[in-house]
Every structure is written in structure tokens, then in C-alpha cells.
């Protein structure tokens, strides 16, 4: 059974960098949109960056020119750099994976909520 594995969480100080990568062999090819989605215990998970497959990207305003989404489908891993971290970054990381319609990447709650391929978390601590 194909399995979404993140990996490259842990603890910075702010304006550090990070690298996230979630295994994804099963699904690097045909999943129509990829993300990576927070979420901080009593909040809502929230959408910050997507790839859908014909190379377009989007991001949450609030992490735009500081994270980059990437496919490598020669490995089959789904990566997410974050640099110039901030405190309100913490959170449990998710990768998540669509193989069905439509073809785009959004990232409002409704549409992350309906992606149904999901790994289990990496977290990321941001302190001053």
C-alpha cells in the first residue's frame, strides 16, 4: 500500500532554516496536487504550499518568499524549504496527496480537508 512518510522536522531559532521531505514513490506521479498542511493543536490544519502536475505552485500568503514546494520525481519525494523561520511557523507538519480530479492545487480549508492520502506529521519548533 503506497505510504506518504515526512521526515526533517525539529527545533530551530527563529531565522533558521529547515528542510522537510515526505516520501511519496506511490504517489509522486500521479497525484494531481501535493501539499504540505499544519496544523497546531485547538486550530485548524492549514494549507501553506502546493504542487500540482503541471508545475504550477501556490502558497499561503504568509509564507510566500520564505518556503519553496519541490517534486523530485527521480527519488519520489516531495520537499518543503523553509527558511527565515518564525514562532508562529511551529506546528505538526503534513504531507498530503490528491490522485484524483481536479488538477489544481488550492489551499483553503475545504479543499485540503477532501485531499484523502495523508502521512503522519513532522514538527517543527520555531523559538525566539
Known amino acids: 500500500q503506497d505510504q506518504l512518510a515526512e521526515s526533517g522536522g525539529g527545533s530551530v531559532q527563529a531565522g533558521g532554516s529547515l528542510r522537510l521531505s515526505c516520501a511519496a514513490s506511490?504517489?509522486?506521479?500521479?497525484?494531481?496536487?501535493m501539499a504540505w498542511v499544519r496544523q497546531v493543536p485547538g486550530k485548524e490544519r492549514e494549507g501553506v504550499a502546493g504542487?500540482?502536475?503541471?508545475?504550477?505552485?501556490t502558497y499561503v500568503d504568509s509564507v510566500k518568499g520564505r518556503f519553496t514546494i519541490s517534486r523530485d520525481y527521480v527519488t519520489g519525494t516531495l520537499y518543503l524549504q523553509m527558511n527565515n523561520l518564525k514562532p508562529e511557523d511551529s506546528a505538526m507538519y503534513f504531507c498530503?496527496?490528491?490522485?484524483?480530479?481536479?488538477?489544481?492545487?488550492?489551499?483553503?480549508?475545504?479543499?485540503?480537508?477532501?485531499?484523502?492520502?495523508w502521512g503522519q506529521g513532522t514538527q517543527v519548533t520555531v523559538s525566539l
Open positions: 506511490g504517489f509522486i506521479y500521479r497525484s494531481y496536487c
Open positions: 504542487s500540482d502536475s503541471n508545475g504550477h505552485t
Open positions: 498530503a496527496a490528491r490522485t484524483t480530479p481536479p488538477t489544481h492545487c488550492s489551499l483553503d480549508y475545504q479543499f485540503v480537508s477532501s485531499i484523502p492520502n
